[in-house]
């Protein structure tokens, strides 16, 4: 507005060959508010340290895809701004994401996970969430959060049919999960629905590594784990055959494990809803956000930076041997689709009443 301003002050000068040294002090106000208003708010980040909060414990698969992307994204944020990783595990990454949205300064700086439960818990009520999903400013979400369905080898639950045959004797198999509202319980117990099978689901384990070395005990015979996170984590449990991996909730099959059937296809007709709901629900997993409140042009920054990034050829080098797919969803796209599941009432109900089922 101020150059603009400016630009009708020069016109009516011009008029005036008298006032020629004013035009020149005009000239120059204007190259120097132009020169202001053309510096880019990307400068903001130079020299800067900038948090990305991991909502699990160290080394699961939640914790190394937060230190892949810090790694490789503070190389496209102009200024080069370092990022460090900051663990907060709990409550299914939402001490985490209740942080980012209470107590964090706006600033852009602070980023963090989020994951499946936020759109869970809207959906249970639960209490805990102290926030507004939908005020939440998505950066992105860089990879495929499809879940493998796996137990150990060594149990009688190799198959559906082996689990099937085992409820008719009454008997179950335990699985792992973080937490109600996470993918890990989720993606089971829609497993459960479709099949009509009957899987004790023991929740509350803080991260992805307590919960392998339960199975590892033998006090779980496994869980629904990200296949990214299992082949970063735990890929010699699947080379060598230590586990059984019975399907993946990926839409088609992961060429990964090609021999793994999908969700989809085993499932009988008339489930369609639940399989609908299943893929809605995981493309939250994972991704990152911002509080409310970040200036419009930093979010735009780090959006853009965020979507190069999943182009840049040694990110996709690193994320393949660490077995994780990249896959962009661009931060603007995720708003619009938590907000649009988020009024979608059947798909709610559905959601609430897998999770409040035992």
Excluded: C
Excluded at 97 to 114: E, I
Excluded at 159 to 177: D, V
Excluded at 216 to 229: K, V, W, Y
């Amino acid at each position: 507005m101020e150059s603009q301003n400016l630009m009708r002050s020069i016109g009516s000068t011009v008029s005036s060959p008298s006032n020629a040294f004013i035009l020149i002090i005009l000239f120059l106000s204007l190259s120097l508010v132009t020169s202001l208003e053309a510096q880019p708010s990307k400068s903001f980040f130079e020299g800067k340290t900038m948090t990305l909060i991991a909502g699990s414990s160290a080394g699961g698969g939640t914790d190394l895809t937060a230190r892949l992307i810090a790694r490789h994204l503070e190389r496209y944020i102009p200024g080069n701004p370092r990022i460090i990783v900051q663990n907060m595990p709990g409550a299914a990454g939402m001490i985490a994401v209740n942080h980012l949205y209470n107590l964090v300064k706006p600033d852009g700086l602070t980023m963090s996970t989020m994951n499946a439960g936020s759109i869970f818990g809207v959906a249970t009520g639960n209490p805990s969430l102290k926030f507004d999903l939908q005020k939440f400013i998505w950066v992105g979400q860089a990879l495929d959060e499809a879940q493998t369905v796996y137990v150990r080898s060594a149990t009688p639950y190799t198959s559906f049919e082996a689990i099937r045959k085992a409820n008719k004797e009454g008997k179950r198999p335990k699985m792992g999960a973080q937490g109600r509202d996470h993918n890990s319980n989720f993606v089971v117990r829609v497993t459960e629905q479709i099949l009509g099978l009957d899987i004790h689901v023991i929740v509350g384990y803080p991260g992805t590594p307590q919960i392998l070395l339960d199975i590892e005990r033998g006090a779980l015979d496994g869980r629904a784990q990200g296949t990214g996170s299992l082949l970063a984590t735990r890929r010699e449990w699947v080379n060598s055959g230590y586990v059984k991996l019975l399907a993946t909730s990926k839409q088609t099959r992961d060429p990964r494990l090609p021999n793994v059937p999908t969700i989809e296809e085993l499932a009988p007709p008339g489930n369609e809803s639940l399989v609908s709901g299943l893929y809605a629900a995981q493309n939250i997993a994972r991704s990152i956000v911002l509080p409310p409140g970040v200036p419009a042009e930093r979010v735009k920054v780090l959006r853009d930076a965020f979507a190069v990034m999943t182009k840049d050829p040694e990110f996709l080098k690193e994320a393949e041997k660490l077995g994780l797919e990249v896959s962009l969803t661009r931060g603007e796209e995720m708003n619009r689709d938590i907000e649009n599941t988020l009024r979608d009432k059947k798909l709610m109900d559905l959601y609430r009443k897998i999770i409040k089922d035992d």
